[in-house]
């Protein structure tokens, strides 16, 4: 699997960790940057790691920040972005199943490196169950993304 990796620079300490782990098991990882600790905004990351899945570069996508919460807003912002902000591994394999998360959102400043790859395996094991109503839930965010986000000339 292609998986797109972004982190700032309260996540950069936790980003080399995944990469190195998923390049391991075999994936093909597109890293987004940030490569060092300098200050950097979370929005510029979240959006390269969102527009890579969008556009095809990446099957997934890993963002990480401090605390992983302004990522998962910040992805949540493009439309198609399924972010889910997971510190467990049920809701990080239940995201995909279920929700069909296509990006995690992880806090290294809330996690530490074992607990960070855990999740990652969870989030990278699991697919989409299909399953209809999830499905049907899916269409229902799907129709609130194109209501709320409205074409402009």
Known sequence: MRIAVGADHGGFPLKSPIVDYLTTAGHEVLDLGTHNTDPVDYPDYAKAVGEAVLQGEAERGIIICGSGVG???????????????????????????????????????????????????????????????????????????????PVTD
Request: net charge positive; with cysteine.
């Open 71 to 149: 990522a998962c807003v910040a992805a949540n912002k493009l439309p198609g972005i399924r972010a889910g902000l997971c510190h467990d591994t049920y809701s990080a394999r239940q995201g995909v199943e279920h929700d069909n998360i296509n990006v995690l959102c992880l806090g290294a400043r809330v996690i530490g490196v074992a607990l960070a790859l855990e999740l990652v395996q969870a989030f990278i094991g699991a697919t989409f169950s299909g399953k209809e109503r999830y499905r049907r839930r899916l269409a229902k965010v799907a129709e609130m993304e194109r209501i709320l986000r």
